[in-house]
């Protein structure tokens, strides 16, 4: 079988949600499949930390970038050697494909967000969607919760969705008992000994403003405790998405330096920054599946969450819960969870088992059975 992939997302720096996903996702089926013909479109060449070409795994670059899912992929795909399947990690298909084409869907964030979008982004976003979901053969998301949004708003049968769980990179995300070695990292980053994390991206359905409320009521209590937030300032892809007010924040609150943003941290910083904090908080409105509860529970930090369907999902019974709408319930979770150490160690060894549940190979491997049932 020759799979071709759009592999845009997966060859960019820095790489967090669809990047990420798009990443791990190449190169597992690198590692797990040598029976089928890949070839991965690429805008630009690849960089050096995806998998290397061999016989069965290929890599062909495209003009024009800008017009990428309009021109790009449709010309490359009306060709005598046309592929059996086309597989587009994104929520963007070409607009035109003379072959089967599978498509990733990772959120409807849209439809019960659509303020907390430019118009220009949400236009884009929800009218692509639609059309990638109407044209596809099969459908891939990331939880059971996309997967009944997909249905509810879509009016999709249940077995065109397939949900493939993210998984966490276990060379990567574990438990450190090194102190020292902990502690030269967080000096890098200018955190204090004591804190709390959150990592995602820096965006309104992130709930932030809610989270640095309810941290500044506990830091007037609590004088050695920060707050940590790693994440970049974008959205969809571009500079600029609603993010000056959470910036800004702290220092209305007068708590701007026990406020810590890095932005982006590579994994191999992130892990001892997970293991040097009291725990992960993640109090999102909204999300697809939440990469980062994964990454922290392997790592063994507690973990904070909303108690939203997908989080739960990722969670299990490995997290303590809060209404993402509470800035009391917010408040209280961080002093629980802070003051209480068993408390700690117990969600520390219930968010290793569950992290077990996860894995980058057992998504590549769910994938590809998709690959093979629709080609």
Do not use: C
């Amino acid at each position: 079988m020759k799979i071709w992939i759009d592999g845009y997302e997966a060859n960019v720096p820095n790489r967090v949600g669809s990047g990420q996903y798009a990443f791990e996702l190449l190169r597992n089926l690198e590692i797990i499949d040598h029976k089928n013909e890949y070839l991965i479109l690429l805008p630009s060449a690849p960089l050096s930390d995806l998998p290397k070409t061999r016989e069965g795994w290929k890599y062909k670059v495209l003009k024009p970038k800008r017009f990428w899912t309009r021109i790009a992929l449709p010309l490359a795909l009306f060709t005598r050697q046309k592929p059996d399947l086309f597989f587009s990690p994104t929520h963007y298909i070409p607009r035109f494909s003379p072959v089967k084409v599978v498509v990733s869907i990772f959120d409807l964030a849209y439809f019960h967000f659509p303020e907390f979008f430019k118009k220009s982004d949400l236009y884009k976003l929800s009218n692509w969607t639609k059309y990638s979901i109407e044209n596809a053969a099969a459908i891939i998301t990331i939880s059971k919760s996309t997967k009944k949004d997909l249905i509810k708003f879509y009016k999709l049968k249940a077995d065109k969705i397939t949900v493939t769980y993210p998984g966490f990179k276990s060379g990567v995300y574990h438990p450190l008992k090194d102190k020292k070695e902990i502690g030269k990292i967080t000096k890098k980053y200018k955190i204090g000994d004591s804190y709390i994390i959150y990592i995602g991206t820096i965006q309104p359905r992130k709930n932030l403003a809610r989270l640095i409320e309810a941290f500044a009521r506990v830091a007037r209590n609590v004088g050695d405790l920060n707050l940590v937030i790693v994440g970049k300032t974008t959205g969809v892809g571009r500079q600029g998405w609603m993010f000056e007010d959470i910036l800004s924040l702290p220092k209305k609150l007068e708590i701007e330096d026990r406020v810590i943003f890095t932005g982006f941290v590579p994994d191999e910083d992130l892990n001892f920054l997970l293991n040097g904090a009291e725990a992960f908080i993640l109090p999102s409105l909204y999300e697809g599946f939440g990469i980062p509860v994964v990454d922290s529970m392997a790592a063994g930090v507690p973990v904070v969450i909303s108690n939203i369907a997908s989080l739960k999902e990722a969670a299990g019974k490995a997290a303590l819960l809060v209404d993402p709408y509470s800035v009391d319930q917010i408040e209280q979770a961080i002093r629980t969870i802070t003051i209480d150490k068993s408390l700690r160690q117990k969600y520390s060894k219930l968010g290793l088992s569950q992290a077990k549940k996860f894995s980058w190979k057992k998504m590549a491997k769910e994938t590809l059975k998709v690959f093979e049932k629709v080609a």
